[in-house]
Every structure is written in structure tokens, then in C-alpha cells.
């Protein structure tokens, strides 16, 4: 018989494997901390729009950032910064947008708005972020 998704994931925790949830929060924090360092304020982490959701936004002066944040496992196909499609570039602009009409424009000091994309590998304890400025716009 075939393990559920819940076995599967007790069996992973058990090794010491992060599910991926876990992975991807865990990079999120990570992504954070990057900003942080670099003098943002971190306005939001997994902000929901309706059915949409921004990973991580946060504030620099007059600018707005929006992070998509990306990782894969070792030996992954496709690399966190090639996983980010059309269609989740489509999705970001749109959550992008939705946010500004929602809440930034009404914001005092906000003068434009950034989609940057993050890319996270976790090596032997060690967390690398790489950081793509601007990587999604119209």
C-alpha cells in the first residue's frame, strides 16, 4: 500500500527533512533577514489579496518592495529563479497591483513600487540568498 502525504511527511521530519512548507518558510525568514540587513522595514510576511499572496513586503524610503521568494531542494530540474513563470509573473502583478489600489497608495512617502525575486539555497547549514532587483515589471 501506497504511504499518505501525512506518513510521508512524519517520516521526512523524522530524518531531519523540512516539508516543503517548512522549507519555504524558512526562506521567506530568511529573505527577510536579507532586507532587514539592508535597511528595510519589513511591512508584511505572506500578505493574502483575495486568492492571491505576496511572499514578503517591505519598505525602503519612498520605495515599496514585493519579494517573490524562490527555492529548490539539491539536484532540483529547474533553479529557483528559472521556476518563476509566466504565469506566476502574471499572478505578482496582479497582487502587485491589487496592494497599491488596497493599501500603498494611501500610503504616505510611497512613491513607486518593485517586484524583486529571491532565490534561496540552503547548503550544509549554510543559507545563501541571491537577490534579482526588478526582475518582474511590465
Known amino acids: ?57 517591505a519598505r525602503h524610503g519612498p520605495l515599496l518592495v514585493v519579494v517573490e521568494v524562490r527555492t529548490r531542494r539539491p539536484g532540483a530540474m529547474v533553479g529557483a529563479f528559472a521556476s518563476v513563470t509566466a504565469v506566476k509573473r502574471a499572478r505578482l502583478l496582479r497582487a502587485t497591483e491589487r496592494l497599491w489600489r488596497s493599501t500603498v497608495a494611501s500610503m504616505r512617502g510611497v512613491q513607486r513600487v518593485r517586484i524583486d525575486v529571491a532565490a534561496v539555497t540552503f547548503d550544509e547549514g549554510k543559507t545563501l540568498v541571491e537577490y534579482a532587483k526588478g526582475a518582474i515589471s511590465r
Open 1 to 57: 500500500m501506497r504511504p499518505d502525504a501525512r506518513e510521508l511527511r512524519e517520516r521526512a521530519r523524522s530524518h531531519g527533512a523540512l516539508t516543503r512548507r517548512e522549507l519555504g518558510l524558512r526562506a521567506e525568514l530568511a529573505v527577510a533577514d536579507f532586507l532587514f540587513a539592508h535597511g528595510f522595514t519589513i511591512l508584511g510576511r505572506n500578505v493574502r489579496l483575495g486568492h492571491l499572496e505576496l511572499d514578503v513586503v
